[in-house]
């Protein structure tokens, strides 16, 4: 495999954590070996069909992909992948996007890979930002002057706020008058059947680095969280993520960022469950990442959750 196919498929190193104060075991069935916590070291990965929002990338992957990538992860001695997949994704081409997601389970339980399947968003959507955006899908979007096409899907950009406002308040819904939230929660479950019986699969992160703008959200992630849960665990008892928000910002009133406050994002079910946070920089002490790891560390012991990097 090429340098340029490699640095296509491997983003960043990811590693999962089994934090003292937690009483939550990551090593589950046949893993399990006299109460054994078992490491999991390992890589992002993006598919296409999985993480395609619009004409960007123009040319499937190479059959090999999969394969060979995996290949070379479990070869370098790594037993993990987090996969990254987008909803707008699903929502251009169903039937492929499942086709894709089946093969990397297939393809992880021959390289004897455990998978972490992430539902992403990045800039919130497509429909926000045509350049960089990926998430949720257009129909979420349209009726609302204030989240019109191309308007930002950052933290800094006013129809993300409007947006996401309306999302933790459950305000938002398809143009059939759907309720997001439900639909939401369809989608994830059609995903879990498609990979849940597989040997690979570890678990399944609800959504990546949601957006919170003002303090009296943390809750409402909160219930959103609990709800995805709950609906999950009719289907499957592999492990949950919950991610951190965006931003992690010291510097905003309106957020009121503390440890009391991400850990109110923690599903009212905890069993099996984990937070995930990521660290986009050496966490040293007195520092903005060293105190942003710290805080969400804090988080982590008060919820009483073990964390995933």
């Given at each position: 495999?090429?340098?340029?196919?490699?640095?296509?498929?491997?983003?960043?190193?990811?590693?999962?954590?089994?934090?003292?104060?937690?009483?939550?075991?990551?090593?589950?069935?046949?893993?399990?070996?006299?109460?054994?916590?078992?490491?999991?070291?390992?890589?992002?990965?993006?598919?296409?069909?999985?993480?395609?929002q619009s004409s960007r990338?123009?040319?499937?992957?190479?059959?090999?992909y999969y394969d060979s990538s995996f290949s070379?992860?479990?070869?370098?001695?790594?037993?993990?992948?987090?996969?990254?997949?987008?909803?707008?994704?699903?929502?251009?081409?169903?039937?492929?996007?499942?086709?894709?997601?089946?093969?990397?389970?297939?393809?992880?339980?021959?390289?004897?890979?455990?998978?972490?399947?992430?539902?992403?968003?990045?800039?919130?959507?497509?429909?926000?930002?045509?350049?960089?955006?990926?998430?949720?899908?257009?129909?979420?979007?349209?009726?609302?002057?204030?989240?019109?096409?191309?308007?930002?899907?950052?933290?800094?950009?006013?129809?993300?706020?409007?947006?996401?406002?309306?999302?933790?308040?459950?305000?938002?819904?398809?143009?059939?008058?759907?309720?997001?939230?439900?639909?939401?929660?369809?989608?994830?479950?059609?995903?879990?059947?498609?990979?849940?019986?597989?040997?690979?699969?570890?678990?399944?992160?609800?959504?990546?680095?949601?957006?919170?703008?003002?303090?009296?959200?943390?809750?409402?992630?909160?219930?959103?969280?609990?709800?995805?849960?709950?609906?999950?665990?009719?289907?499957?008892?592999?492990?949950?993520?919950?991610?951190?928000?965006?931003?992690?910002?010291?510097?905003?009133?309106?957020?009121?960022?503390?440890?009391?406050?991400?850990?109110?994002?923690?599903?009212?079910?905890?069993?099996?469950?984990?937070?995930?946070?990521?660290?986009?920089?050496?966490?040293?002490?007195?520092?903005?990442?060293?105190?942003?790891?710290?805080?969400?560390?804090?988080?982590?012991?008060?919820?009483?959750?073990?964390?995933?990097?």
């Amino acid at each position: 495999m090429s340098l340029t196919i490699i640095n296509l498929i491997i983003l960043i190193l990811v590693c999962l954590l089994v934090v003292p104060h937690s009483s939550g075991n990551f090593a589950t069935g046949e893993e399990k070996k006299k109460d054994e916590k078992i490491p999991y070291i390992g890589v992002n990965i993006r598919g296409y069909y999985t993480s395609i929002q619009s004409s960007r990338y123009s040319i499937p992957f190479p059959d090999h992909y999969y394969d060979s990538s995996f290949s070379l992860i479990s070869k370098g001695g790594m037993n993990h992948i987090r996969y990254v997949f987008y909803w707008e994704a699903y929502e251009k081409n169903p039937s492929q996007f499942m086709k894709e997601l089946k093969k990397v389970a297939r393809l992880a339980d021959k390289w004897g890979l455990k998978v972490i399947y992430d539902s992403h968003q990045f800039h919130t959507s497509s429909w926000l930002d045509p350049k960089n955006g990926t998430g949720f899908p257009k129909n979420l979007f349209l009726g609302d002057p204030k989240t019109s096409y191309a308007q930002g899907g950052t933290v800094v950009d006013s129809a993300a706020k409007v947006w996401w406002t309306k999302w933790w308040n459950r305000n938002i819904t398809d143009t059939e008058g759907r309720d997001g939230w439900r639909l939401y929660a369809n989608f994830l479950k059609k995903v879990i059947k498609s990979v849940d019986n597989h040997d690979s699969t570890l678990g399944y992160e609800i959504l990546n680095e949601p957006q919170v703008h003002a303090s009296d959200q943390w809750t409402k992630v909160g219930k959103f969280n609990s709800l995805m849960t709950k609906e999950l665990r009719k289907i499957t008892d592999k492990i949950i993520v919950y991610s951190m928000n965006v931003p992690i910002s010291f510097n905003n009133p309106s957020i009121d960022l503390n440890a009391q406050n991400l850990a109110k994002m923690t599903p009212a079910s905890k069993k099996n469950v984990v937070f995930k946070i990521s660290v986009y920089g050496i966490p040293t002490p007195n520092t903005y990442q060293g105190d942003k790891l710290k805080i969400l560390i804090q988080a982590s012991k008060i919820a009483n959750i073990p964390m995933y990097i």
